[in-house]
Every structure is written in structure tokens, then in C-alpha cells.
């Protein structure tokens, strides 16, 4: 898989993830999924609980469609700084690829 | 207009927050709307539950909560200390207390059974021993909880087993547990959803009534005008076979909880009636279809004049055939009648109609048990109807009674059931439950009449009732509900004439009845309009002066009061 593909693989099951998420979301509350959105942060468009969901989720669907352990929950601290890999979703799949890299 | 949510409190020992969110969102009525109380304060929040006006608590209560941490006994049990069972039970029964003491301060509390994880093997081999094993005893406790909450009727003790087990192995997630105190995943709490909206769907009447059945391919495999009775595929040793003859079983066990059966079906009546009557493995007969259309004629037509001829409504039915064009066109044509996709095979019918969750029932009544025969006693009085030359001639020939009296233990449930499901003879639709009602009726001077109707053909059951609010010099008509079983045959009447004779003995001067209007209930505007009360305001309030005017008896009804 290319770097392209392993992108496209990463930001498909966040956006999995987010519908998820969105199906206990109001309506106006849905976090809307494209490249800029802030998951958390300022203006972040996730809480706690369902940041938790979306970290297991992601972690759960790296392990069962690429076989890479991530345990993201593990790495939360370095994940909330300022700037840091959930300040945007496109940061976060940057943040993943790195992970399943190293 | 929007409509109303039902508002849900959820009460917890573990992050319950998703499937407050999933209430919300369901669009299926009712709408729901969740709140939810802090975490881990079971027992704090019912206190305060319990000490506060029943008008200022949620209409209802999910409390969903962990064995290990509502009953310590059971957690030590499971950690390996000794626990005698006595002392576990008497934990349940100390829970159970505290629940029971906010049964009146709602509406419905639904408390689902307590589980393990599937993983948790506990005791291995002894773990269904009576002394030393958790399975035996979760299983116990459950037992004794769903016993203990069985005292009051607005309870409903729902098994949290059967959404783990639809869902295997992914019903829980450690990484969820140990991150977020959630004890089950969203596929658990979707299962959840299901029940509980089905649940409030059948305390507000949406309940399915009706089930419309094709034939063939549908009851038995085969066309039964190509290869006769003997030729279609039904029971035997054959896989297809049998799976019709299970579909046919549910189906019967749904007629003896109170759901009708009836077929709409292409083919010749004769020959099809011939295989429901003769082929030895059929499990459904004719007395067990309610009606039937069996012809050539359009589904769609036939299914309005049918549900017509029942004095049902289109949102009481379901129709099951196995062909996606005539589904498709009864979809298109009637979107009130729930027409559920069809599996090809024959071997998951069964499934698919266990999956249909439009049946659930908030109390199983003698009504339900014989509502069958009562249609097909309707049918026959019907026929007898068309043989007669006058209506009034043919009411005279039924030797009607009709037994009135209050609101008591025996058919306290029956009461509230058909307040609940009857929409077009309602006068208010007003929706309560058994814990509302008897806090109304024990409020304020209130009355209330339940009407058993029987005649020469058959016993209709209690399908009339009718409440009144007395204030000052006025009473009003709060609730006028008359099952369309028993319409049109002097019942209405009946009830108006012992209101107004009630309150001439009370020397109250006027009986006013408020009709609040709703897509089904016409029929009701009609009674009112014939019923000699004077109309103001537009057909909306309808008065009755008894200084001036009794109300006659109907003279073909017998009335037996009873005063208990």
C-alpha cells in the first residue's frame, strides 16, 4: 500500500468512526468530516467521552484491517498538547501513518 | 406540529451516555428525549426520585446497572470470598426496595436484567452449581429482582442477555471500559434502543394489531393452484418445510397473545381455502384468519376493504408476502402499513417475523387471549345484520347487555389498555398509564365506568369507557372510548345515558364533552354530533342541560350496574 492509499485506508475509518460518533450527536452538534475539522482544541468538535470512542475505534479497525497495534489510548497525553496530532483531522491521520510507521 | 418527546432518565454505575444519545435520535415514535443522571449515583438519585412531586420527575426511568456494584455480596463472590445466598438475595431485595419507592413518582421504569461479560467464564464447570457457582447465582439474582419488581405493574424487568447475545463478542470492549466506564459498546446499546422504543411505542398505543398474510411462498412453499393442496411444500422432512410450518407456529402464538391473522391473497378462494382446511400440517385454520380476500383483484384495494371491514386503522397492520412487487405497491399505497422487507429464503421467515419488534404489549388481557373469536363473532352478527331489514330491528335481535362498573383490580389492566390503543372512538386520546390513571381518578370528584359488552353471539369483553371530572356544577367528559368491536350498537349511548343519570342523581346541571380532534378520531365527532347534545364552538364542545333533559337507555340493551 503507497503512502496515497495507506492516507485514504486512515482517514476512511476516522470518518467511520465520526459517523459513529454522529449517530448519538443532535443534528447540529454532528462533527462534520473533512481534512480541517478541529477535534480537539478551541474550537474542538468533540468531548471527552466520544474522543475516547473515536480513539478505540480507530485503534480497534488499524488492528483488524492493517494487523498494527496502536493502543492510542496509551499515547492521549502526547495527542492533546497544542498543534498536536488532534488539532485537525488531517493532522490525525498524518499522526497515525507515523505511528503504523515506526 | 412537532411531536412530543417522552422524557427518559437514565440512571447508571457506568457511562450510559451513548444510549441517551441513541434514544434521542431514533426517529421511530415516540421521540424520546434523555437525560442523564450523575455517574455512579444509583441509589442517591433514586432517593431523591423518591422524595420529589410525582409532576417534577421524568415520565420514565432506565435504570441499567452492574451486579458486581449494586449487589457487594455478588462482588465478593466473584472475587472468590465465601457469600452465603441468603445475604445476596437480601441485597436484591434492599435494590429492589428502592426502585419500587419511585414506581409512583413516574410513569415506566425499564430496568434491564443484569449481566456478565461473555467472556467471564467464572466457576468453569461449577459455575451453574447451586453452592458455589456466579451463573447459578446471577441467575438467581435475577430472578429474585425480576419477582420482587413484578409488584408493580408500570416495571418492566427487560433482558439485557438477549442484546449481548445478538450482539457476541463485541459486546464489550476493554479498551471502553477502561478508558470510559462504558460497560457495553453502541451495538449493545442499538439492541437497547430497539426494545425500549417498542416498549414506549406499545404504552402509547402505536402498537401493530393486524398481521396480513399472502399465501403462497408465503404461509407454505409453491403455488397451491399450480400443484393442489397435496403438492405445496409444508411440514414433512424437507428443510423449506418445516421452516413454513415454525412461521405458521409464531404466528399462532401472535393470534394467542392477541394479534389478528388475516390473508390477502391472489388465487381462487375455494382451492386455497381447501389447503388451509385440509393439508394435515397446517398450523393455522381458518378460525384462525380473522378475514380474508382471496381473489384476483389488486392487494392494495384488497387490504383497505379488508382493514375496513374490521374497523381497523391502516397503522394497525403489517403485511407479510413474499413477493418485492407486491410489497413495493402496498409501500407506495399505504406508507401507515409497516411492510417489512421479506428474506428469499424460507428458512429465516421465522426470524424475520421474531425481528419485527411492532407487537410488543404493556399487559396481556382476556381480551387479547379471545380477541379472535371475537371478530369471528363479529362476522357472524354481521352476516345476521345483512339478513335483517332494519338496523333497529336487527339491535333488537342481539339481546345485548352490557354490565357497567368501576375501575377495579380485575380490570384495572384492560382499562388502561384500551385508553391507550383505541384512536378512533376517543373522544381525547388522552395516553395514560395504570400509575396515571389511578392518581387521577383518586384526585379531585372523579368518575369512572368500564362497559363489558356481551351478546347472543358472543362475549366483545370490556371495550367501553367513559371518566368524568366534576367541577362545581359541571361535569366533563374526560375520556369516551369505545373499541370499534362494539360500535355503533347503542354502547356510546349507553355510556352518555349513564353519565347524565349519574349526575341527575348528583343534582349536577350540565355534562360538557370537549372533543379534541386527532387524524383518527372522527368517528367519535360523528357520535357527538348524533348523540342529541347541543354543539358550540365549532363542533368542539358539546352540552348537556339535565334540569331540562334525561338521556333514554337504549331499549334493546340490558344493563347490569355493578357497584363495585
Known sequence: MNHAQMEEKIRSIIYTGIDAINEELPVSSHISKNDETVLVGSNGAIDSLHLINLLIYVDDMVAEQLNVSLSLMNELENMLVENGPLSSISQFVSYIIRLIGD | MSESRFKLFLISDFTINSLGGLLNNDQQSPLVETKIAGFDRVIPTLLELASVERGLNPEGLIIWTRPEKMIPAFGNLLYGKSVVDSDILKEVDAFAEYILAVQKKVNVIFVPSWTQPDTRRGM???????????GYTLLNMNLRLAQRLSQANNIYFIDARRWIGMVGNKATNPKQWYAGKMAFTNAVFKEAVRDIKAGLAAMQGFSRKLIILDLDNTLWGGVVGEVGWQGVVLGGHHPAGEAFVDFQRMLKALKNRGILLAIVSKNEELTALNAIRNHPEMVLRPEDFVDWRINWSDKAENIKNLVQSLNLGLQSVVFIDDNPFERGRVRETFPEVLVPEWPDDPLHYLQALEDLNCFDQIALTAEDVERSAMYHAEKIRDLSKTQTESL???????????????????????????????????????RMTEAELNAWLSDGDRALWACHVSDKYGDSGLTGIISIDIKDDCAKIIDFVVSCRVFKRGVEETMLAKVISYCMEKRITCVQAEYLPTEKNKPCLDVMRGSGFHAIKEDRIFMWNTKTQSYTFPAHIQIIEKYI
Open chain 2, 124 to 134: 468453569g464447570l461449577l459455575d451453574m452449581r447451586p453452592d458455589t457457582g456466579i
Open chain 2, 392 to 430: 333497529d330491528e336487527w339491535l333488537a335481535t342481539l339481546q345485548m347487555k352490557i354490565t357497567l362498573e368501576k375501575m377495579n383490580d380485575n380490570n384495572r389492566k384492560r382499562i388502561v389498555q384500551l385508553i391507550n390503543k383505541t384512536n378512533q372512538m376517543n373522544l381525547s386520546t388522552r
